[in-house]
């Protein structure tokens, strides 16, 4: 079956418009609890969100539909996607659900799912469900007497910061860093800035006045100038930006210089090798990863796993080769001797651990290894995918066979918002430019 609902990160859309109603919330719902009830206990389901207004909307729909299956709903409020994954665990609940659309703008939200291990679940699992709502729902409504209850957490954020703290080395504090942490105005506007404090770091806090439509707006790490420039303007040893649901972040040293994913893979590949904690041989980056890293890493002995770009697909090749270290340039790193997705915070204790443990500035510590050239653009469309067209195929073509020995192109449609995504890697920075700016233009072409 061709899936018309998940993309490679749940549901996501424009609010209150296809695929992204109250209607399709509670269907969801319905068929994932109808898919994760077994056995005759009380069966659980927490709800977790970021600061979206829609957030509400769906929160409500998404409560109706799993009451009506006769799960248990307990609501946690604003929390990181790692927290709600970190809590279907800690509560022994059935399922868990966050509500988010990440490092998009407002006016977006999703939905997705982990499974009672922790981890999201798979294109298997989603095509269930999906398939599921597309059938009919109605024969899988629970009794009068068997309709599940809905309860608020109140303590869901003070759990998961005691939770974040216990991955920092406990012989180690942040007394005398003064750190800017930029939350996005998302999920972790609270627990961000309270988890450095108590580790005794003076915090700068941005991003910190949720109004349910200022989400991601001019900040957090798809805007990270904002942390760079008041790192310098503070006078600052350290800048974490995170994203609206604080799975992703970056961080930039003193001097605002960022500190993208593959330099934090590159550091805590280093930390954890020396001292004998890293495992798998080497870490998981995807094919977006810069050539720099690989080369680094293999100055170390260690060896780069290339996965598809997404964390999931991080996650599934950390499992399958036995890996504890994996991520993406964009900033999502996934530590699973810690938790079971990405987490910014917990990602950026362990850059901070290596920082305050060697008593080296960010400027020393987490610039590895010099990036080769990498170009980004991003193609915004409306209708069909411009991939489908014969022009693109061609120009795609060419230019990879101009690139050939000298660096790579990746032409790819983003799985979460309407965007081609153009990715060229060249030590030929002139050529790289020429062969991006063509293929782009090509690709508007045909999108307008």
């Given at each position: 079956?061709?899936?018309?609902?998940?993309?490679?990160?749940?549901?996501?859309?424009?609010?209150?418009?296809?695929?992204?109603?109250?209607?399709?919330?509670?269907?969801?719902?319905?068929?994932?609890?109808?898919?994760?009830?077994?056995?005759?206990?009380?069966?659980?389901?927490?709800?977790?969100?970021?600061?979206?207004?829609?957030?509400?909307?769906?929160?409500?729909?998404?409560?109706?539909?799993?009451?009506?299956?006769?799960?248990?709903?307990?609501?946690?409020?604003?929390?990181?996607?790692?927290?709600?994954?970190?809590?279907?665990?800690?509560?022994?609940?059935?399922?868990?659900?966050?509500?988010?659309?990440?490092?998009?703008?407002?006016?977006?939200?999703?939905?997705?799912?982990?499974?009672?291990?922790?981890?999201?679940?798979?294109?298997?699992?989603?095509s269930e469900i999906e398939t599921l709502m597309m059938k009919g729902l109605e024969e899988g409504l629970t009794s009068a007497?068997?309709?599940?209850?809905?309860?608020?957490?109140?303590?869901?954020?003070?759990?998961?910061?005691?939770?974040?703290?216990?991955?920092?080395?406990?012989?180690?504090?942040?007394?005398?860093?003064?750190?800017?942490?930029?939350?996005?105005?998302?999920?972790?506007?609270?627990?961000?800035?309270?988890?450095?404090?108590?580790?005794?770091?003076?915090?700068?806090?941005?991003?910190?006045?949720?109004?349910?439509?200022?989400?991601?707006?001019?900040?957090?790490?798809?805007?990270?100038?904002?942390?760079?420039?008041?790192?310098?303007?503070?006078?600052?040893?350290?800048?974490?930006?995170?994203?609206?649901?604080?799975?992703?972040?970056?961080?930039?040293?003193?001097?605002?210089?960022?500190?993208?994913?593959?330099?934090?893979?590159?550091?805590?590949?280093?930390?954890?090798?020396?001292?004998?904690?890293?495992?798998?041989?080497?870490?998981?980056?995807?094919?977006?990863?810069?050539?720099?890293?690989?080369?680094?890493?293999?100055?170390?002995?260690?060896?780069?796993?290339?996965?598809?770009?997404?964390?999931?697909?991080?996650?599934?090749?950390?499992?399958?080769?036995?890996?504890?270290?994996?991520?993406?340039?964009?900033?999502?790193?996934?530590?699973?001797?810690?938790?079971?997705?990405?987490?910014?915070?917990?990602?950026?204790?362990?850059?901070?651990?290596?920082?305050?443990?060697?008593?080296?500035?960010?400027?020393?510590?987490?610039?590895?290894?010099?990036?080769?050239?990498?170009?980004?653009?991003?193609?915004?469309?409306?209708?069909?995918?411009?991939?489908?067209?014969?022009?693109?195929?061609?120009?795609?073509?060419?230019?990879?066979?101009?690139l050939n020995g000298t660096g790579r192109l990746l032409v790819r449609k983003s799985?979460?918002?309407?965007?081609?995504?153009?990715?060229?890697?060249?030590?030929?920075?002139?050529?790289?430019?020429?062969?991006?700016?063509?293929?782009?233009?090509?690709?508007?072409?045909?999108?307008?």
């Amino acid at each position: 079956m061709t899936r018309k609902l998940f993309g490679t990160d749940g549901i996501r859309g424009l609010a209150n418009r296809f695929p992204m109603t109250p209607e399709i919330a509670m269907k969801a719902g319905m068929a994932a609890g109808q898919i994760f009830t077994r056995g005759d206990h009380r069966h659980r389901v927490v709800i977790g969100k970021d600061t979206r207004l829609s957030g509400y909307m769906i929160e409500s729909a998404l409560t109706a539909g799993f009451t009506a299956v006769g799960m248990d709903v307990f609501l946690f409020g604003p929390l990181p996607t790692p927290a709600v994954a970190m809590m279907t665990r800690s509560l022994r609940a059935d399922l868990g659900v966050m509500i988010s659309a990440s490092h998009n703008h407002y006016a977006d939200n999703g939905i997705k799912f982990f499974g009672p291990d922790g981890h999201k679940l798979s294109d298997e699992r989603e095509s269930e469900i999906e398939t599921l709502m597309m059938k009919g729902l109605e024969e899988g409504l629970t009794s009068a007497q068997t309709i599940g209850r809905a309860k608020r957490i109140d303590d869901a954020q003070a759990r998961y910061i005691e939770f974040t703290k216990r991955t920092f080395p406990k012989h180690l504090r942040l007394d005398g860093l003064r750190i800017v942490v930029d939350c996005a105005n998302g999920a972790a506007y609270k627990v961000a800035p309270a988890v450095l404090w108590e580790l005794g770091a003076e915090i700068i806090a941005l991003g910190v006045d949720p109004s349910g439509t200022n989400i991601n707006f001019e900040c957090g790490s798809t805007a990270p100038e904002a942390m760079c420039a008041k790192v310098r303007e503070t006078r600052a040893d350290f800048g974490i930006a995170l994203d609206g649901d604080a799975d992703r972040v970056v961080m930039c040293d003193e001097l605002g210089r960022m500190i993208d994913g593959d330099q934090i893979l590159a550091l805590i590949a280093r930390s954890w090798s020396k001292a004998g904690d890293l495992k798998g041989g080497g870490v998981v980056g995807t094919v977006m990863s810069n050539i720099g890293l690989e080369r680094y890493l293999s100055g170390l002995n260690l060896r780069l796993g290339r996965a598809a770009v997404g964390d999931r697909y991080v996650i599934e090749m950390m499992i399958e080769g036995g890996f504890n270290v994996g991520g993406e340039q964009s900033g999502h790193i996934i530590l699973n001797d810690f938790a079971t997705t990405g987490d910014g915070i917990i990602a950026a204790l362990q850059v901070l651990a290596v920082i305050a443990g060697d008593g080296m500035r960010a400027s020393e510590a987490a610039h590895l290894f010099e990036p080769a050239p990498q170009i980004l653009e991003n193609v915004r469309f409306r209708n069909r995918s411009p991939l489908v067209d014969e022009k693109v195929q061609s120009s795609i073509k060419a230019s990879e066979a101009r690139l050939n020995g000298t660096g790579r192109l990746l032409v790819r449609k983003s799985g979460t918002e309407p965007v081609i995504r153009v990715m060229g890697e060249s030590e030929d920075e002139n050529l790289l430019r020429e062969v991006v700016n063509e293929v782009v233009a090509v690709i508007r072409e045909a999108a307008a």
